[in-house]
């Protein structure tokens, strides 16, 4: 049983077994091992405690996923309603993860195909979105939630949302091929332990130049951000890129989206031009 362990702990680290495990497994007849759910569990703990800049929803969209699919698999459905079942699953992990059933249910429909809505999983997917967060809420778990101005309804205000969204855009392009650029780069070093390693040691120096404002999910300095306009530099935002490119480049485990919570959260405030989209 420990060999087993290991082995799957090697195939974690190697393959970058997590949401892109997931996602495969709808696009193909593929499955996500239960147990590899449980690794991703741990690994992302460890990556989050041990200053790792990543966030929790990749190991929550890995176990909702994998349970769903698991259910499914039970009840002997056929391949189209297990997707089904894992797309509900994601999105009652992404519900109770953060207390937003609408956006993890638009969230598990979209993230599969970009432009392809999943309109059969949207009332299973909703309906898994609200009993998770209703348990989540019963058990004492606080929703993500911000203090925020409604800002007036002007058209200047449309016009600066706009370019906003432009900005966040073109950024969001920026994080994909810094992704991918560390990843193919890291990938030189074909012994998978050494490339955590040599990571590991890249993450501790970042730490060490620019400070622990980066590590970890971040979010007190998202809500610093959107609620007291604050920010430490200008240059903040990609700050938090490299950190969360080179974690994850080096096979640590987490998600992506928290990290681009912070990245976008910062923008309003570090673009010189002072853009907006609550004020």
Same mark, same amino acid.
């Given at each position: 049983e420990m060999q087993r362990s290991?082995?799957? #702990?090697?195939?974690?680290?190697?393959?970058?077994?997590?949401?892109?495990?997931?996602?495969?497994?709808?696009?193909?007849?593929?499955?996500?091992?239960?147990?590899?759910?449980?690794?991703?569990?741990?690994?992302?703990?460890?990556?989050?405690?041990?200053?790792? #800049?990543?966030?929790?929803? $990749? %190991?929550?969209?890995?176990?909702?996923?994998?349970? $769903?699919?698991?259910? $499914?698999?039970?009840?002997?459905?056929?391949?189209?309603?297990?997707?089904?079942?894992?797309?509900?699953?994601?999105?009652? %992990?992404?519900? !109770?993860?953060?207390?937003?059933?609408?956006? %993890?249910?638009?969230? %598990?429909?979209?993230?599969?195909?970009? $432009?392809?809505?999943?309109?059969? !999983?949207?009332?299973?997917?909703?309906? !898994?979105?609200?009993v998770a967060y209703g348990v989540s809420v019963r058990l004492g778990v606080e929703p993500t939630r911000f203090t925020v101005a409604v800002p007036d309804q002007s058209v200047g205000m449309f016009v600066r949302v706009a370019a906003l969204g432009v900005l966040c855009a073109l950024v969001s392009i920026l994080f994909c091929k810094l992704m991918h650029g560390a990843g193919h780069l890291m990938k030189r070093i074909k012994n998978p332990w050494l490339r955590v390693i040599c990571g590991g040691f890249a993450v501790i120096a970042l730490t060490w130049i620019f400070g622990t404002d980066y590590n970890g999910a971040g979010m007190d300095i998202v809500t610093r951000a959107i609620e007291q306009e604050t920010v430490a530099v200008p240059w903040a935002f990609l700050l938090k890129l490299v950190f969360t490119a080179v974690t994850l480049a080096a096979g640590f485990k987490g998600g992506e989206v928290v990290p681009s919570f912070f990245v976008l959260s910062l923008i309003h405030i570090s673009e010189p031009t002072r853009l907006r989209c609550i004020s």
């Open positions: 290991l082995v799957g #702990s090697e195939m974690c680290i190697r393959d970058s077994a997590g949401t892109d495990t997931v996602i495969n497994s709808i696009h193909k007849e593929a499955h996500i091992p239960l147990r590899m759910s449980f690794l991703i569990f741990i690994s992302t703990i460890l990556t989050v405690l041990c200053g790792g #800049s990543v966030g929790r929803e $990749g %190991a929550a969209m890995q176990i909702g996923g994998s349970i $769903g699919e698991q259910i $499914g698999e039970k009840l002997r459905f056929n391949e189209k309603d297990k997707k089904i079942m894992l797309m509900s699953g994601i999105s009652a %992990a992404f519900s !109770a993860l953060f207390g937003t059933p609408l956006a %993890a249910t638009v969230f %598990a429909i979209m993230v599969i195909s970009i $432009g392809v809505i999943y309109h059969v !999983a949207l009332y299973p997917s909703l309906l !898994a979105a609200l």
